[in-house]
């Protein structure tokens, strides 16, 4: 049978003007979609939202506050090893002292004894109920010594216990743990202990023991597999296994446990050194701020307080070592100055004899003073430069600094030289004897003097280096978290989350909800019938709350338990078909008979839904209508009627029945319907005989208009088995479930098998704020009493 062309369908009234569709890709439109499409999932999104804040404001509650612990540290500028080396040193600039200082405060020496001091290389925390536990302990302020109260035994505390349980059962699964903690183990606030020694074998390093305290300050050790190692009592030293234990204090329930691990000593000055802050106020200011954030207030000040002042008392040595080396090198220097001093006041003595009285003119002793303080300024250059070369290379711009010195006294030295030649030759040989007593007089005293000088300095050495201000911790106010903070961050992440599953959704989204996209492939759409609430409230009644709540949106207009138009005739949808009910009046006036097939390119449609409640729609303008189930693999067509199955179509094909017995009645007048019949075991062999014809052709004389509700194309063969023989062949495509490629397909197939399809049918459209819902042409109009 061929198909006629096609007859115009209705004009839709709910699709977009033709304008709207050619402004696809206007800016404004694409914003107007984006913000319809976020406003059809508000609901998502603020829960979304809501969760998160949920969460954010738990963590913010429930995190363990970190708190920072500050000191300040003075760096003073360092004096020179020698007396007299400042002038020296003011002629160079360098780098600020405390830049060098925050390195030697940061090093592993300084660091290391704070390690040492404060333990912390032995890691004691105690066993918490999981999430809520450590924010309980926190909040217990009982007096000192006392030990909060876990959970009484009632529901509540059975509760958490069974969730406490499991949570440990699962981390216990991977990480290899054969015990599990009950609630009587956990720590809920009071308890305190300290360990000063815990060494381990080397291949037991970093990995968590179990404390278990005991009766009378007595504890048992359990390795990470969970075996006894030692029991010992707080204040003894216990050994075992390669195991030594020595407890300070410990206070808590029996049968408290408490997670020990110990650390290699680099790995905890490694990570002190990383959470110790140290920077400079201002620039060249040698005020160094120090500070340390922990969970502990009192642990980070103890830590911070041993670090500053362990680096002071090294300061101190430090400076104190460096003026025992000076002193020690001008006692070396020391017995050679007094030789030289007392072989220059031998010779002295022994030209006075020699010559007798001499006396020295008034201009030989100027020129002698003068050359005494030269030869003394160059002796005392003499013993900076054994400083520098201790210190400094020769290119450093203090030895420099020296050198010019140096030159400058001995052309001074010369200049003085070649004035003393003039004198007469028993004055010159005077002079240069005096001179050289003198001179070494001189430097004698000085030296002694510089002796005692650093002697001083080394006794009382108090480093450059002092503590302004001890460490302190502001408990009121701690760093982290920041509460309104992360509540704030986790609700925009929510939000942003919630946005971004929404658009992704409607990206990955490739139903069809345009009809203009249908009517773009040659698909005539002769309705759109809007969702409804009324069929997805009957069917929620009827399948019961827990597959409601399975099928949710999908239950109206898909698999229907109740007629629609017979229980509300002025449902929004149903006046949708009977629009779709005038333009197929037109579009049968030109078909080869009166039978028409609705069928449908996938399951879940709502083909049954539409055959159902058009074939009722029609039957109450007055014509006879049959409604004729051909699924005979699925069909529930007999349910929208409240029969059986009985004998149908199936019993008719297969001669067990005869036609007149298998057609039914409805309570729809002017409606009969023959149902599907007992499922057989070969559907397609049934509707490819010889019966079907002679059952079609015999309902079409019978009836004005036969509806035949068949399977999906694409799923089964059925539906091009029976559409050779109707004379309109529609499709139900529904709204956001199938991709116009897959309605391509469906039309493609049919048409390989001869059949024509008239139109198609848009079902279960969703009203939409965006894109092409029934609110841009249905509104809501129905009769109403006068009573």
């Known amino acids: 049978m061929t198909s006629q062309t096609p007859a115009t369908p209705q004009s839709n009234p709910y699709s977009p003007a033709p304008s709207n569709s050619n402004r ?20 998502l999104i603020c829960v979304i939202t809501f969760c998160f804040m949920v969460l954010g404001v738990s963590y913010a509650l429930l995190a363990t506050p970190v708190y920072r612990a500050n000191a300040i540290v003075q760096v003073e500028e360092k004096s020179p090893g020698l007396p007299g080396m400042s002038e020296v040193s003011e002629m160079f600039g360098g780098e600020s002292a405390a830049v060098t200082e925050i390195e030697l ?12 001091d404060l333990h ?9 109920f999981p999430i809520i536990g450590p924010a309980i302990a926190r909040r217990y302020s009982g007096a000192e010594g006392e030990l909060n109260a876990p959970l009484q035994e009632n529901w509540f505390s059975k509760l958490i216990s069974a969730v406490q349980y499991g949570t440990r059962t699962v981390i216990n699964i991977f990480s290899d743990k054969k015990s599990v903690p009950s609630i009587a183990s956990d720590a809920w ?29 007595d504890y048992t050790l359990l390795s990470p597999d969970d075996e006894a190692i030692l029991s010992g009592t707080v204040g003894k030293t216990a050994i075992a296994s390669g195991y030594e234990v020595f407890i300070n204090k410990l206070h808590a329930r029996p049968g408290t446990m408490f997670s020990v691990s110990k650390r290699r000593r680099l790995s905890a000055i490694l990570d002190l050194q990383g959470t110790l802050g140290a920077s ?12 340390l954030e922990d969970t502990d207030p009192d642990h980070a000040v103890d830590i911070l307080n041993v670090v500053a002042r362990t680096y002071l008392r090294q300061n101190v040595e430090r400076q104190s070592a460096e003026a025992a080396k000076s002193l020690d090198f001008l006692k070396e220097q020391l017995p050679t100055i007094k030789k030289d001093l007392e072989e220059a006041e031998r010779k002295f003595n022994s030209y006075q004899v020699k010559a007798g009285s001499v006396n020295i003119s008034a201009e030989a002793e100027a020129l002698l003073d003068q050359v005494v303080d030269i030869e003394s300024s160059m002796a005392e250059l003499q013993l900076k430069k054994a400083e520098l070369d201790r210190l400094y290379t020769k290119d450093h711009p ?25 004198l007469p030759e028993t004055q010159q040989e005077l002079l240069g004897l005096k001179r050289d007593l003198e001179v070494g007089t001189e430097i004698y005293t000085q030296m002694l003097n510089n002796i ?3 002697d001083i300095v080394r006794a009382g050495t108090v480093g450059n280096v002092r503590i302004i201000d001890d460490a302190a911790v502001n408990i009121e106010e701690p760093v982290k978290p920041k509460k309104a903070l992360v509540v704030v961050i986790a609700t925009l992440l929510g939000g942003f989350l919630g946005v971004a599953l929404v658009l992704v959704r409607a990206a990955l989204n490739r139903g069809v909800e345009n009809p203009d996209d249908i009517e773009a492939i040659g698909l005539p759409v002769y309705a759109t019938i809007p969702l409804s609430a009324e069929q997805t409230k009957q069917d929620r009644a009827a399948l019961g709350k827990r597959k409601s709540r399975l099928n949710h949106r999908r239950l109206a207009n898909q698999h229907p338990t109740t007629l629609l138009a017979h229980s509300n005739p002025a449902d929004i949808t149903i006046e949708s078909l009977r629009s779709l009910r005038t333009s197929l009046h037109f579009a049968m006036l030109e078909s080869s008979n009166n039978i028409m097939m609705i069928s449908g390119p996938s399951p879940s449609v709502g083909k049954s839904f539409v055959s159902g409640n058009l074939a009722a729609v029609i039957a109450q303008s007055g014509q006879r209508v049959l409604l004729i189930d051909m699924d005979l693999r699925k ?17 008719v094909l297969s001669k067990r029945v005869s036609l007149s017995d298998a057609i039914k009645p409805t309570r729809v007048a002017e409606l009969s319907i023959l149902p599907r019949g007992p499922i057989p075991p070969n559907p397609s062999e049934l509707l490819m005989s010889k019966r079907l014809s002679e059952l079609l052709a015999s309902v079409s004389k019978a009836f004005d208009m036969v509806i035949v509700d068949t399977p999906p194309i694409m799923a089964v063969t059925d539906a091009a088995i029976v559409g050779r023989q109707c004379g309109v062949t529609m499709l139900v495509a529904r709204f956001g479930l199938n991709p116009i490629k897959e309605l391509e397909v469906t039309k493609r197939r049919f048409e390989q098998n001869g059949i024509t399809v008239k139109g198609v049918v848009l079902n279960a459209v969703e009203r939409r704020a965006a894109g092409y819902g029934y609110g841009y042409g249905y509104y809501h109009y129905e009769y109403k009493s006068d009573k």
């Not at 360990?195 to 009766?215: K, M, W, Y």
């Open 24 to 43: 696809q890709h206007d800016d404004e439109i694409d914003l107007l979609a984006l913000f319809g499409t976020l406003w059809d999932s508000k609901v």
């Open 105 to 116: 405060l940061k090093s592993r020496k300084v660091i290391g004894t704070a390690v040492d």
């Open 120 to 128: 912390l290389d032995i890691i004691v925390t105690p066993h918490y």
């Open 189 to 217: 606030g009071g308890e305190q202990i300290s360990v000063s020694r815990f060494d381990v074998p080397a291949a037991f390093f970093n990995e968590e023991h179990t404390l278990i305290a005991g009766e009378s300050g």
């Open 280 to 291: 400079e106020r201002g620039k060249d200011s040698g005020i160094i701020a120090l500070s």
């Open 398 to 422: 203090a030895y420099q600094a020296w050198r010019e010195q140096m030159a400058e006294q001995r052309a001074r030295k010369e200049e003085f030289g070649e004035r003393i030649k003039g």
């Open 452 to 454: 005692q000088e650093l």
């Open 635 to 651: 069909g529930y067509l007999h349910k929208m009627f409240g029969m059986d199955a009985g004998d149908g179509v199936s019993g």
